[in-house]
């Protein structure tokens, strides 16, 4: 069967009314048809070169869309013509009544789109009308010109017509394109269900299916896509929901045996002072009996001398005012012998009272003797994760080079505050009466001198500069447009390092003095921790806990990333301690070096500072060492730098990418990279 055979057998009436021509007229039809030309041809009646649409069987002419309606006019026998779109190979009947509301159309299916004979689930029979394709349909209407104020409520309903969701199911069937028409294959290169309208206007050659081949094919690559995310709903998250919540039960009932171990614990502790306090008042009634019985007897005997001695005072009186003068002479011996016979030593033993030496209850102390919670620290926190990567315990934490600058004239920098990420403000022996700003990349500026000596620096969030001064007792403040002015009046005290913290209040370590001989202090002595507040007053100091001293020396302060407060403590000339408090001023704990590592000297802190990641990184001017502890009074890493490299470390400040300046004895800042 050849293709002319196929389309005749394909091509459906338009509606029931319609006359199906005979097989031998509709065979002998076809023989005579011309074959579509490959190429755009020219429209035979029009004299301007307008490319042709139709090809009249009858005529032998082809037709633009002016010259086909003048053709339908023309004709005699209007319905005997049969006109073909020439992209498609579609028939259309041409009558000589031929308008825009009874225009009557056949449409043909592409030859590679006709179902065959054989195909037993084929989609389209010859015999059988496709739905909707045979009924009348009327001429398009002309399309209605919209004025601007209509067009955003045409705009705005598209969406809601287009949504299949949205729509009812009855209008389900209707094509996007053209509503009047019902969808009716499924183009597999446009992706989109299609009208008989669609074919002829934009799909001439597409690959079309069935709607329920198209549903059949989408449903099997939905299941395939769906299959992954179900195999892992049903394995990977219901295990990880099973793990989680066995996970968070097994944390609730460890949380209450730890709360448990401790209220056994803290009654334990109650009954231990009980029994404690119980046997030191046993011991000091019994001591009392025994006192109290040696001062009865002492008290007996004193009163019985004193008897004695008061017979005998009497019986000399009386013979002194009443014995004649030569019976006191006769009886000159025995008045004597009476006298020296009283005995004038009083032999007392006072007891000496019990006291109680109160035992030193500091955090520390109760903590080690209650003991304390140990929690492993998460491994999805950035910084366990950095430790757990990069920070073992070691004695090497891996510093890096990056860049040197000299801008201490060869004195050391003992003061260094970070302004941003690229640039430090610094104060050297070499002259300490002047700040330096100093970049990264080597900038140098030197913004002049003041009338004192700056110990310490410390700096605000909007840039302003607060400067320790010794020797004047006070605390100024330096603002951005160049004025200075008394912050903090620390007389009669001298203050040492400060430090701003995040809430916005001033760190500041004062003393009385700066020794650090503990036979020079006093009871009386004040070494102290100050909070000041933004206008200049103290709201919290930190001297002694109960009755213990906390600090010797406070020379350096700093606060780690929760808030917790760390000071350096100087308890001799060439060592000193670090001492971390926590947010509601109790001793954390306190660091006087690495326990594990041999160190060839002692411990001798001079600078402190803290990262986002909450270390803390301490200078060690008497090994020439970095320390690195993290926030349990863990020593991570120790750096012992080589003198052909930094030269005793005086200072330390790090940013929030990993690099550390370091300040050396010799007036270089060195730039370190100690975090990958």
């Not at 989109?192 to 329920?212: A, L, M, N, P, T």
């Not at 917790?564 to 070096?593: H, L, M, P, S, W």
Request: proline share 5%; with cysteine; glycine share 4%.
């Amino acid at each position: 069967m050849d293709s002319s055979d196929k389309d005749s057998k394909a091509s459906v009436p338009l509606s029931e009314g319609a006359e199906t021509p005979a097989p031998q007229e509709e065979t002998s039809r076809a023989s005579t048809r011309e074959s579509t030309p490959s190429g755009p041809v020219k429209c035979s009646t029009c004299t301007q070169s307008v490319n042709a649409v139709y090809f009249c069987d009858e005529c032998k002419k082809y037709y633009c869309r002016s010259c086909r309606a003048k053709h339908s006019k023309d004709v005699i026998n209007g319905a005997k013509h049969k006109l073909r779109e020439i992209s498609t190979g579609l028939t259309i009947d041409v009558k000589t009544d031929d308008s825009s509301s009874s225009v009557k159309s056949t449409p043909r299916l592409p030859f590679h789109l006709q179902p065959s004979a054989t195909t037993p689930d084929a989609n389209f029979n010859a015999k059988e009308p496709l739905p909707n394709i045979g009924q009348t349909t009327k001429a398009k209407e002309p399309v209605k010109k919209t004025t601007p104020r209509e067009q955003p409520h045409l705009v705005a309903k598209l969406p809601r017509e287009r949504s299949e969701a949205m729509t009812p199911r009855s209008q389900l069937r209707r094509c996007f394109s053209h509503p009047s028409r019902d969808v009716q294959l499924h183009c597999m290169e446009c992706n989109k269900i299609v009208c008989s309208e669609c074919i002829v206007e934009g799909h001439q050659r597409h690959q079309f299916i069935s709607i329920s081949e198209a549903g059949t094919r989408l449903r099997g690559e939905l299941q395939s896509r769906i299959l992954p995310i179900k195999t892992w709903y049903e394995s990977d998250a219901k295990s990880a929901m099973s793990n989680l919540i066995i996970s968070e039960e097994t944390y609730t009932t460890k949380s209450k045996e730890s709360v448990d171990i401790i209220n056994k614990r803290a009654e334990q502790l109650h009954k231990d002072i009980d029994r404690i306090r119980n046997s030191l008042i046993e011991d000091i009634e019994s001591k009392n009996s025994v006192d109290l019985e040696e001062y009865r007897m002492s008290r007996e005997g004193l009163e019985e001398q004193m008897k004695s001695s008061e017979e005998v005072i009497g019986n000399i009186e009386m013979a002194i005012n009443d014995a004649e003068d030569i019976s006191i002479v006769r009886s000159e011996n025995e008045l004597k012998s009476t006298i020296s016979s009283v005995d004038l030593k009083i032999q007392i033993q006072e007891a000496k009272p019990p006291i109680f030496l109160a035992g030193s209850s500091t955090d520390e102390r109760i903590r080690e003797l209650f003991g304390h919670s140990h929690q492993d620290k998460p491994v999805s926190t950035m910084a366990w994760s950095l430790q757990a990567e990069t920070l073992r315990p070691t004695r090497d934490l891996d510093l890096i080079r990056v860049s040197s600058i000299a801008c201490g004239d060869g004195q050391p920098i003992h003061t260094m505050v970070l302004l941003g990420e690229s640039e430090v403000w610094m104060a050297s022996l070499s002259n300490p009466k002047q700040i330096q700003l100093i970049g990264v990349n080597g900038s140098i500026e030197k913004p002049g001198e003041f009338d004192f000596v700056i110990r310490d620096l410390a700096i605000s969030r909007n840039g302003d500069i607060f400067l320790s001064c010794f020797d004047t007792r006070c605390i100024k403040h330096l603002r951005l447009n160049g004025t200075l002015e008394t912050f903090f009046n620390a007389s009669p005290l001298h203050p040492q390092g400060i430090h701003m913290s995040r809430s916005g209040v001033l760190l500041a370590c004062l003393v009385d003095s700066p020794s650090t001989d503990g036979r020079q202090i006093r009871p009386y002595s004040k070494r102290q921790l100050v909070k000041i507040t933004k206008s200049g007053k103290v709201m919290k100091r930190l001297a002694f806990s109960i009755d213990i001293r906390l600090f010797t020396s406070p020379v350096k302060v700093a606060e780690t990333v929760e808030e917790e407060i760390c000071v350096i403590d100087k308890t001799a000339k060439d060592r000193g301690r670090v001492i971390v408090f926590t947010r509601n001023e109790q001793i954390k704990f306190i660091y006087t070096g690495p326990i594990g590592l041999k160190m060839d000297y002692m411990f001798c802190p001079t600078d402190i500072t803290c990262d986002i990641y909450g270390h803390v990184i301490v200078s060690d001017a008497n090994n020439n060492a970095i320390h690195m502890i993290d926030k349990h009074g863990q020593v991570l890493r120790v750096h012992q730098v080589g003198r052909d490299w930094i030269d005793v470390p005086h200072s330390v400040v790090v940013d929030n990418k990993g690099l550390m300046m370091v300040g050396d004895s010799a007036g270089v800042m060195h730039i370190v990279k100690y975090l990958k």
